[in-house]
């Protein structure tokens, strides 16, 4: 038993393409990521590799979060976009502030929208946020069909558990089938899902 990692840019790479189809008036996207370690930073770059023209992307770093620096920064910058990634504790932070943004924010994304802990932090402050899911419920893939009860650990992990049958590249997880990239063994061969939370519960976004 190994553990091969996920890329963090995948994490939300099909964000602006679901944005586009779910909100196709908003275009000014706004990520704000933690520079400590590259797993944010990494998922940033997810985003703007995808983004076309059209959405032009706005960069807000922080190595320490300032929470009144950033709300002056998003109250400067107008963004109708905003995506989160940082630590847990820090996104938390960001989204409790949620009335004091600027009135130009009309779609949130956020790393920690992944985890069932999400709405118990937040309440009622979690609706309407998407978030990165390995693992959904009932989630049709080609594959087949999966059910069960969701494992606590969603979004944040950033590692797969897997059987590694010998010489082969394509294994079996207790999320579902992808391949290993035979020089990095790096996952390949699958896609991140996309979660909104609707009032009490996650809803797994059309591919």
């Known amino acids: 038993m190994v553990s091969t990692?996920?890329?963090?840019?995948?994490?939300l790479r099909d964000l602006p393409r679901r944005l586009e189809r779910q909100a196709p008036a908003l275009r000014k996207i706004c990520i704000v990521n933690s520079t400590r370690g590259r797993f944010a930073t990494q998922i940033a770059r997810g985003i703007v590799q995808t983004a076309t023209p059209e959405y032009p992307v706005q960069l807000i770093s922080y190595s320490a979060l300032d929470l009144?620096?950033?709300l002056r920064e998003l109250h400067a910058s107008q963004p109708e976009i905003l995506v989160l990634a940082g630590r847990f504790e820090q996104e938390i932070q960001i989204l409790r502030a949620r009335q004091r943004w600027a009135a130009s924010i009309q779609a949130v994304a956020a790393v920690a929208a992944g985890v069932h802990a999400f709405r118990d932090e937040l309440g009622r402050t979690a609706e309407g946020v998407i978030g990165p899911s390995l693992w959904e419920v009932h989630a049709s893939?080609?594959?087949g069909r999966?059910?069960?009860?969701?494992p606590d650990m969603q979004a944040l992990c950033r590692t797969t558990t897997c059987w590694l049958l010998p010489l082969h590249s394509t294994v079996f997880t207790f999320y579902r089938g992808f391949r290993l990239d035979s020089a990095s063994r790096r996952q390949v061969g699958h896609r991140i899902l996309l979660i909104q939370w609707d009032q009490d519960h996650r809803v797994q976004l059309p591919a």
């Open 68 to 70: 009144d620096a950033l």
């Open 146 to 150: 999966f059910s069960g009860s969701a």
């Open 5 to 11: 990692p996920t890329p963090a840019s995948d994490y």
């Open 141 to 143: 893939f080609p594959a």
